[in-house]
């Protein structure tokens, strides 16, 4: 399938170089415990992966959606298909606004883009709630973004021999505290801060095929849906984040796998062809 965009592309012949500030207003919002992911008991990131992005789009003052996501070139920014398909689903935004800044809180867009869903996406198809099939997106920057480095993709099958092996998990979601999660409910307070955790791959079961499963003293939660699982401290991304087990945020992560010749094919079509 071919990964080219509209005609009459606003970006062509123009570059965003991001620079990496501290934000210094935390906005508030109210958001919907049953939206994407974050990481609660991690630790804030930093610079230490650039390339980890928060995408939101702002409706009536407030947030309507918000994920994360990863960039493995200079236009293309890897999410999950639940955070794209927020943006495609009636009326639909078409544009969300993304920030690599390590403090993202302010929400103040650095370079906007166009959201498109793995066509191969399958909501409820993995056989329990949030165990998305295909759970993978990307959203096509209008103006390239130049970086340092950028996150790499893995050659097909990667992920099967890194059992015990170390992942970082990376997203801007809430943490754990005052303002992270109590029960079934997360609260916004610290939401776009990069922050991330590293634990070891496991056994992902009869799952193993479509997903990875990470046990970290950090889990995924609330608002980083589509951040990257790295392989070590990156920049290889072995999937993006796509559920986790437990409301309060506790349990393993799981993320989609994306080192199979499907997904990757579909991504480089996108980075040949912006």
């Not at 650039?50 to 293309?76: E, F, Q, T, W």
């Not at 506790?250 to 993320?255: A, E, I, L, R, W």
Request: hydrophobic fraction near 35%.
């Amino acid at each position: 399938m071919s990964g080219r965009g509209a005609e009459g592309d606003p970006g062509r012949g123009r570059t965003v170089r991001i620079e990496l500030v501290v934000a210094m207003s935390i906005a508030f919002v109210v958001l919907s415990a049953t939206q994407a992911f974050g990481i609660t008991n991690g630790v804030p990131d930093g610079e230490r992966h650039p390339y980890v992005a928060m995408a939101y789009n702002i409706d009536d003052g407030n947030i309507g959606g918000s994920c994360s996501g990863v960039l493995v070139s200079p236009r293309v920014l890897l999410v999950s298909g639940h955070c794209t398909e927020w943006f495609l689903a009636p009326p639909p935004t078409l544009s969300a606004d993304v920030s690599f800044a390590p403090d993202a809180s302010d929400l103040v867009p650095q370079v906007t883009g166009t959201p498109h869903t793995y066509p191969g996406y399958c909501a409820g198809c993995g056989g329990a709630f949030g165990r998305e099939l295909g759970n993978l997106g990307v959203i096509l920057l209008d103006e390239p973004v130049v970086l340092d480095r950028y996150a790499q993709l893995p050659s097909v099958g990667e992920a099967e021999s890194i059992k015990g092996s170390p992942i970082t998990i990376v997203g801007y979601g809430v943490r754990s505290g005052a303002a992270g999660c109590v029960g079934y409910r997360c609260y916004p307070g610290d939401l776009g801060v990069r922050t991330m955790t590293t634990g070891a791959a496991v056994d992902a079961g009869n799952l193993r095929d479509d997903f990875l499963k990470v046990n970290a003293p950090g889990s995924a939660c609330y608002f980083d849906g589509g951040g990257p699982f790295l392989e070590g401290d990156g920049p290889t991304v072995l999937a993006v984040t796509s559920y986790s087990t437990s409301w309060s945020c506790t349990g393993p992560s799981y993320g989609t796998r994306i080192d199979n010749e499907a997904m990757l094919s579909w991504i480089r079509g996108w980075i040949e062809n912006p």
